[in-house]
Each structure stands twice: as C-alpha cells, then as structure tokens.
C-alpha cells in the first residue's frame, strides 16, 4: 500500500501538468499581448488563467503562457510545465537575468518576448530574428543548434545523434539499439529488470518507513 502511494504520488504533477503555471500570475491573458493575439488567430483554443491550450487535444497542449506585467524578478518555479509552448510573453517584469538552461525542453518556442535589459536566452544567434519594440525585445524563430554551421563546442559520442533541446541547447539521443551510458551498450533495454528492481526498492523504503513510525507511535 505505501508504494502505491508513493507511485501515485510521484505520477501526479504529470497529471496535472501546466494547471499551476498557468495560475502563477492572477488574472486572464492580457488584451494586446503576444500570446493572446496568437491565440486569437489560432482556431481551436481555449484559455486558462494566463495560458493558451489547444481545445480538445489528449492531452491537452499548453501553446501560450502570458506572464507579463506579473512583477516577476525570476521565472517562476514551474515553467517546465509550459515546455509545450509556441509563445511565451516575460514583457514588463523587474527581471535581470534568464539563467543559462532555463529554457530546456522549449524546443517548440517560436515566438518569445523579454523585458529589453535581456538577452534573448541562447544569444541573437540561437533566433532567426531578433527585434526591439519600446521596453521590449522580441525573439523569433528558434534555430535548430544541430544544424548550426559553426564547429560545436561538445560532440556526441559514437552511436548518438544530436537533437535540439532549447534556444541553443542539444541533447544526444542513442541510436537503436543502443542505450546506456554514452551509448556504448548494444540490445534492446531491460525495462522488466529496470522495473522490477525500482519496484522492490520503493516497496524496500515503504516498509522501513511504516516499521520505522510504527515503532515510534509504540513507544512510551
């Protein structure tokens, strides 16, 4: 029963993916924002809170968030959940910096707006177009870096192949039927060893853990 709960528990931000985001600023999507006029143009969607989702999809994509003039100094907590966006707004918050790596996963991000003291995350190079409206710049069009001309500063090992992460972030993929450590094991992954072996430890924890309180509560 305790590794029930513990799956259930570690499956439910899946569940609920994108609900918190989207509340992390009151209110609706502001009138005149990137995101809600690309929602506007967009058949199909709906809003929630300050996001933008495609009606009727299982799941559900999250294809806008619009945070701005939320008086954000840093990105919120939970953006990760917004990694299925195409626009993102960041416009009129007292931000200084976007940390290297903040925009992992992004990869369909094709349209997003910084407060005019950033950068666009990745650099000017990472985007096809770079632009600058009043106290706003705008980033558009996301650039694969595996297709990048210049000489890359990390190469993938043998059996992988590079795949785009982000505003100029990459990742490297196995080949089949390779996996593992830098792809160096040959053969099909061993998901009922690799199951069986999580499963015994999570139920390993829970019974220490129940023997452990139980002990406790019996104590004078």
């Given at each position: 029963?305790?590794?029930?709960l513990?799956?259930?528990?570690?499956?439910l931000?899946?569940a609920?993916?994108?609900a918190?985001?989207?509340r992390?600023?009151?209110g609706?999507l502001?009138?005149?924002?990137?995101?809600?006029e690309y929602?506007?143009?967009?058949?199909g969607?709906?809003s929630?809170g300050?996001?933008c989702r495609?009606?009727?999809a299982?799941p559900?994509?999250?294809?806008?968030?619009?945070?701005?003039?939320c008086?954000l100094q840093?990105l919120p907590?939970?953006?990760a959940?917004?990694s299925?966006?195409?626009v993102?707004?960041?416009?009129?918050?007292p931000?200084t910096?976007?940390p290297?790596?903040s925009?992992?996963?992004?990869?369909?991000?094709q349209?997003?707006?910084?407060?005019?003291?950033l950068?666009?995350?990745?650099g000017?190079?990472a985007?096809e177009k770079?632009t600058?409206?009043?106290?706003?710049?705008?980033?558009?069009g996301?650039?694969?870096?595996c297709?990048s001309?210049?000489?890359?500063?990390w190469?993938c090992?043998e059996?992988?192949?590079?795949?785009?992460d982000?505003?100029?972030?990459v990742?490297?993929?196995c080949?089949?039927?390779?996996?593992?450590?830098k792809c160096?094991r040959e053969g099909?992954?061993p998901v009922?060893?690799?199951?069986?072996?999580?499963g015994a430890t999570t139920?390993?924890?829970?019974?220490?853990?129940?023997g452990?309180?139980?002990?406790k509560?019996k104590a004078p």
């Open positions: 029963m305790g590794a029930l513990i799956l259930l528990l570690l499956s931000p899946c609920v993916g994108g918190a985001v989207c992390s600023c009151p609706p502001r009138n005149g924002s990137i995101v809600a929602c506007a143009s967009r058949p969607t709906e929630e300050r996001c495609e009606r009727g299982r559900e994509r999250l294809l806008g968030l619009d945070l701005s003039n008086s840093n907590p939970g953006l959940e917004a299925s966006a195409a993102l707004d960041l416009t009129e918050n931000m910096t976007l290297y790596g925009f992992l996963g992004f990869t369909l991000l349209l997003l707006a910084v407060p005019l003291p950068d666009c995350p990745g000017s190079g985007w770079v600058t409206s009043g106290s706003s710049r705008l980033c558009q996301q650039k694969n870096s297709n001309s210049r000489e890359p500063a190469l090992p059996n992988a192949a590079c795949a785009p982000g505003p100029s972030l990742q490297c993929l080949d089949s039927p390779f996996h593992g450590y160096l099909t992954f009922l060893l690799f199951c069986g072996v999580l139920l390993s924890l829970s019974l220490l853990l129940w452990t309180q139980r002990r509560a």
